[in-house]
């Protein structure tokens, strides 16, 4: 009787973990449309497939967050008008990386000294995504702080930083909010449900 040897199965697409992938078709030409105070539009033709498909964006400058811990676990959000969509919604400390070679993490730490005038030991990002791809080419990382405590001075704030409304909530308090459609900030959501995930590991 003979031996048969089996190998692995190759793996099924369903099997592979799925992964974004980096495509650049040639880019024909491109132009700033429109230039805003805060953000630019910039309008681009690409050659796709053999045919010119234009398609205009806005040109972002990137931006960071911060998921700040207390010791109970509790998530510090803060609450802020925001005029395109006429909430003062709750959401997470965060701000552009509009400082030319600024690192993202001295950024992130930046905005929670300007925002919430805390600062914090144990840094580690916690995500990275494009909130809006098929209009804007932002990127957000959020970080994840711990070890938290007040900074020494208070940071002077303007417009609608000026009323910012800051509290600690528990996670499991925030997650319920954004499965009940209470809270709607896309940071805050992502942010609150991946920590919530990797602490149910």
């Known amino acids: 009787m003979t031996d048969t040897v089996t190998n692995d199965p190759e793996p099924t697409d369903a ?3 799925i992964a974004d992938e980096p495509f650049s078709p040639p880019l024909t030409a491109s132009e700033i449309g429109y230039h805003g105070a805060v953000w630019d539009i910039r309008k681009d033709t690409v050659d796709y497939n053999g045919k010119d498909m234009v398609r205009e964006y806005i040109a972002h400058t990137g931006a960071v967050a911060v998921y ?7 998530v510090l959000v803060i ?3 925001r005029h395109p969509v006429r909430l003062r919604d709750w959401e997470l ?32 990002e916690l995500i990275r995504f494009h909130p809006s791809p098929g209009g804007s080419d932002e990127e957000i990382i959020v970080y994840r702080a711990r070890g938290v405590r007040a900074t020494s001075d208070a940071f002077d704030r303007t417009d609608e930083e000026a009323d910012i409304v800051k509290r600690w909530v528990p996670r499991d308090q925030v997650v319920a909010g954004v499965l009940e459609g209470r809270l709607s ?5 992502l942010s ?10």
């Not at 700040?68 to 509790?74: K, T, V, Y």
């Not at 609150?192 to 590991?201: C, D």
């Open 79 to 81: 609450q802020q008008y």
């Open 192 to 201: 609150a449900l991946a920590v919530e995930r990797l602490e149910s590991r």
């Open 15 to 17: 099997e592979t973990p």
């Open 185 to 189: 900030n896309a940071i805050l959501s």
């Open 93 to 124: 400390p965060a701000g552009l990386l509009d400082q030319e070679g600024e690192d993202p993490l001295d950024a992130a730490r930046r905005e929670l000294g300007e925002e919430a005038d805390l600062e914090a030991d144990d840094w580690s």
């Open 68 to 74: 700040a811990e207390d010791d109970e676990g509790r």
